[in-house]
Structure formats: structure tokens, C-alpha cells
Nanobody, 128 residues
Framework: QVQLVESGGGLVQAGVSLILSCAAS????????MGWFRQAPGKEREFVAA????????YYADSVKGRFTISRDNAKNTVSLQMNSLKAEDTAVYYC?????????????????????WGQGTSLTVSS
């Protein structure tokens, strides 16, 4: 089992950068693909970014492509989301998730049903 704890959210102004982090428990972190999802008030949870086990492949939602970067450190059991040029529409609760399945093809890990474990979320508010 994997436990995930997100951190780094808060209240920021539009245009700034912020890093969200997710710390994972357990010794099997490197066997999971990792993803970030978000849920804005009154909206469904949506895919943001994902990274495969080695960190060699990454996937992004069109809405964040070019602004957000996902990365992982398997030695430290962490996955991060670097967010640049934040916009008011990035306001949401951000969730870290771990996927144990292997994906064939591309894109991968863009659907919530592919994930086995979820964190509690960290809230981000971007003021315009």
C-alpha cells in the first residue's frame, strides 16, 4: 500500500510560479507511475500531469502544457509539479495519485480509474 501526502498549495497571485510536492510512503514508490489531478469548485476532477516509473515519459493536459512540469525522485519517494505562469483557472484542489498498472501506448495515466492510491489533496487559489 502507498500513502501519499501533498504539500505546497496556498494563495498566490496570477503569473507567479509554485511547486507542489507529494511524498509517498513505502519502499515500492518506483514501481508506480504517478500523476497529478485537480478539482475546481463545482467541477469534476481532471487530469493535470503524469510521469512513468523511470521518469522518462511525461504526459500533460493541454491546459497546462508548457506551463507545468512533473518530475520525480525515486530515491526520495517524491513527485513534484512545477507550475509556472499560474492563472486564476488553475485554482483547484490538487491531488497526487499512484498507478500500479502498466500502460501500453500513449497517452498514459490520464484517467483517474488508472490510479490505485490518492492523497488528500492540497488547495491552490490563484487570484487574478
Amino acid at each position: 500500500q502507498v500513502q501519499l501526502v501533498e504539500s505546497g498549495g496556498g494563495l498566490v497571485q496570477a503569473g507567479v510560479s509554485l511547486i507542489l510536492s507529494c511524498a509517498a510512503s513505502g519502499r515500492t514508490f518506483s514501481t508506480y507511475a504517478m500523476g497529478w489531478f485537480r478539482q475546481a469548485p463545482g467541477k469534476e476532477r481532471e487530469f493535470v500531469a503524469a510521469i512513468n516509473r523511470s521518469g522518462g515519459s511525461t504526459y500533460y493536459a493541454d491546459s497546462v502544457k508548457g506551463r507545468f512540469t512533473i518530475s520525480r525522485d525515486n530515491a526520495k519517494n517524491t513527485v513534484s509539479l512545477q507550475m509556472n505562469s499560474l492563472k486564476a483557472e488553475d485554482t483547484a484542489v490538487y491531488y497526487c495519485a499512484a498507478a500500479g498498472n502498466y500502460c501500453v501506448g500513449s497517452p498514459c495515466y490520464t484517467n483517474s480509474y488508472e490510479y490505485d492510491y490518492w492523497g488528500q489533496g492540497t488547495s491552490l487559489t490563484v487570484s487574478s
